[in-house]
């Protein structure tokens, strides 16, 4: 089988690995990197890079979990509690972050990594096939900008603290990255200008994207990424209407039971479930499940380091069928959600759209929602499910329900947190600790990033 990765670590190395396929073993020369020109010259070597970009895309160190495990324990103060030995996550747990912090530095590598492989796929777009170009341009963008949006929620401050047309966000990079020259050296955008890129990249992603597409990107996945975009930016009418049109579409539907929406413990990757509108699959060719890693106990792979606090389980109400999202092991409790090493990683599920509706609707007006569903209606469809039943949404029950529904999965604790201005903790919501360093390593070989505040040069 043919595999072409384009994988670049901004401002540290470049590797282009590349191998050829209809060859016999002992036609293929061993190559360590090669020209993009020579790389690129069929829309199905396009088309196997693409795929790269997914297996980077899912790496441990992004979309694979660790920036949103890690999001997760800035984000809390008394739901988790951490037993690991890993310095880099006790900093994190601590709210004490070191520019040296090892899993930051990787988020930051694997994320632009991400981005230079999509890059070069869309820089050699002229040679698709026309019938796939659109689909092949649309997950691109979908990687693209979705890669962005991760990076610039964690690495920058939230869109609305304080003024994003002058806060500094992150580098956008939008051509490949071929050799590092000073034209490399590049400096961080606002916080507005890397919104409005992902924005641009998301919005082509849905027009061009297909409704069915197996495992990659949808026409839904980024809309629904849209979605959260634009909630987090405070745009609730834009995110109510692009939850509706994942909503409407009739592409996906609630799984009958909670548990039923999340990998069986010990599975291996396979099939989404039908809540799924985007998964990462993760097996042992593409690494493992960094959410596993410190929410599973041993007995599932994981290091048993991210207990679940017995606090956090009064937030149930008496019959929440998801309090039976949790599992006992050596006398500490565990969530459920990645009770396996290898399985499909949820990134976005059906569900969050009908909070995020709801949420928007609440927030706007109740009377002439979007959709046409109340907020009530898209609330007690996700309480139903859990076996809960009917009440009248208010703001405070739907964020209330939106945080039971989404517990420990993609970093909402913080992110949450931070639009809708509520302290963790003693911790204030825009605190400076509550935001990634830019990795030393990056700061010691561009001369023009600027560190975050809080950071010292």
Same mark, same amino acid.
């Given at each position: 089988? /043919?595999?072409?990765? +384009?994988?670049? *670590?901004?401002?540290?190395?470049?590797?282009? =690995? %590349?191998? @050829? #396929?209809?060859? /016999?073993?002992?036609? +293929?020369?061993? *190559?360590?990197?090669?020209?993009?020109?020579? =790389? %690129?010259? @069929? #829309?199905?070597?396009?088309?196997?890079?693409?795929?790269?970009?997914?297996?980077?895309?899912?790496?441990?160190? %992004?979309?694979?979990?660790?920036?949103?495990?890690?999001?997760?324990?800035?984000?809390?103060?008394?739901?988790?509690?951490?037993?690991?030995?890993?310095?880099?996550?006790?900093?994190?747990?601590?709210?004490?972050?070191?520019?040296?912090?090892?899993?930051?530095?990787?988020?930051?590598?694997?994320?632009?990594?991400?981005?230079?492989?999509?890059?070069?796929?869309?820089?050699?777009?002229?040679?698709?096939?026309?019938?796939?170009?659109?689909?092949?341009?649309?997950?691109?963008?979908?990687?693209?900008?979705?890669?962005?949006?991760?990076?610039?929620?964690?690495?920058?401050?939230?869109?609305?603290?304080?003024?994003?047309?002058?806060?500094?966000?992150?580098?956008?990079?939008?051509?490949?990255?071929?050799?590092?020259?000073?034209?490399?050296?590049?400096?961080?955008?606002?916080?507005?200008?890397?919104?409005?890129?992902?924005?641009?990249?998301?919005?082509?992603?849905?027009?061009?994207?297909?409704?069915?597409?197996?495992?990659?990107?949808?026409?839904?996945?980024?809309?629904?990424?849209?979605?959260?975009?634009?909630?987090?930016?405070?745009?609730?009418?834009?995110?109510?209407?692009?939850?509706?049109?994942?909503?409407?579409?009739?592409?996906?539907?609630?799984?009958?039971?909670?548990?039923?929406?999340?990998?069986?413990?010990?599975?291996?990757?396979?099939?989404?479930?039908?809540?799924?509108?985007?998964?990462?699959?993760?097996?042992?060719?593409?690494?493992?499940?960094?959410?596993?890693?410190?929410?599973?106990?041993?007995?599932?792979?994981?290091?048993?380091?991210?207990?679940?606090?017995?606090?956090?389980?009064?937030?149930?109400?008496?019959?929440?069928?998801?309090?039976?999202?949790?599992?006992?092991?050596?006398?500490?409790?565990?969530?459920?959600?990645?009770?396996?090493?290898?399985?499909?990683?949820?990134?976005?599920?059906?569900?969050?759209?009908?909070?995020?509706?709801?949420?928007?609707?609440?927030?706007?007006?109740?009377?002439?929602?979007?959709?046409?569903?109340?907020?009530?209606?898209?609330?007690?469809?996700?309480?139903?499910?859990?076996?809960?039943?009917?009440?009248?949404?208010?703001?405070?029950?739907?964020?209330?329900?939106?945080?039971?529904?989404?517990?420990?999965?993609?970093?909402?604790?913080?992110?949450?947190?931070?639009?809708?201005?509520?302290?963790?903790?003693?911790?204030?919501?825009?605190?400076?600790?509550?935001?990634?360093?830019?990795?030393?390593?990056?700061?010691?070989?561009?001369?023009?990033?600027?560190?975050?505040?809080?950071?010292?040069?």
């Amino acid at each position: 089988m /043919k595999k072409i990765q +384009i994988y670049n *670590l901004l401002f540290t190395v470049m590797l282009i =690995a %590349f191998a @050829s #396929s209809c060859k /016999k073993p002992l036609d +293929i020369n061993p *190559l360590n990197s090669v020209e993009q020109d020579k =790389a %690129f010259q @069929s #829309s199905k070597d396009i088309e196997v890079a693409l795929v790269g970009s997914y297996a980077d895309m899912g790496s441990r160190n %992004f979309y694979g979990g660790r920036p949103f495990v890690m999001a997760d324990f800035l984000g809390s103060t008394n739901t988790i509690e951490w037993y690991g030995t890993y310095q880099d996550i006790t900093q994190t747990y601590n709210k004490s972050i070191l520019k040296s912090n090892s899993i930051v530095n990787s988020v930051w590598a694997v994320g632009y990594a991400t981005i230079n492989d999509v890059n070069n796929v869309i820089a050699a777009l002229d040679k698709v096939d026309a019938v796939k170009k659109n689909k092949v341009e649309g997950e691109a963008k979908f990687i693209r900008g979705a890669s962005y949006f991760d990076l610039v929620k964690v690495f920058a401050k939230s869109y609305n603290d304080g003024s994003p047309t002058t806060n500094l966000g992150v580098p956008i990079v939008l051509t490949p990255t071929k050799a590092i020259t000073e034209e490399s050296f590049v400096t961080r955008a606002t916080v507005q200008a890397v919104y409005q890129q992902v924005i641009a990249d998301l919005t082509d992603a849905e027009l061009k994207l297909p409704a069915a597409n197996g495992f990659f990107a949808t026409k839904g996945a980024a809309a629904a990424m849209l979605a959260r975009v634009y909630l987090q930016m405070g745009n609730f009418s834009a995110a109510a209407n692009a939850a509706n049109r994942v909503i409407i579409a009739n592409t996906y539907t609630l799984s009958p039971t909670y548990l039923g929406a999340f990998p069986v413990a010990g599975s291996v990757a396979g099939a989404n479930t039908t809540e799924d509108i985007f998964a990462i699959q993760v097996n042992t060719l593409t690494g493992f499940n960094g959410y596993n890693e410190f929410y599973g106990a041993t007995i599932y792979n994981g290091r048993g380091d991210a207990v679940i606090a017995n606090a956090w389980m009064t937030n149930y109400e008496v019959g929440d069928d998801r309090i039976n999202s949790f599992y006992i092991s050596g006398g500490d409790r565990f969530t459920s959600k990645y009770a396996n090493n290898f399985g499909n990683v949820p990134i976005i599920r059906y569900a969050e759209m009908f909070l995020i509706r709801a949420e928007c609707n609440q927030r706007l007006s109740p009377a002439a929602p979007i959709g046409g569903q109340t907020p009530s209606q898209d609330l007690n469809k996700i309480r139903a499910r859990v076996n809960l039943a009917p009440v009248i949404a208010t703001l405070a029950n739907i964020l209330k329900e939106r945080k039971l529904e989404l517990a420990f999965e993609g970093g909402f604790f913080l992110h949450d947190a931070k639009r809708t201005q509520t302290n963790i903790g003693s911790i204030a919501w825009n605190a400076n600790v509550l935001v990634f360093p830019i990795p030393q390593n990056e700061m010691d070989a561009n001369k023009n990033l600027k560190q975050n505040a809080g950071y010292i040069n």
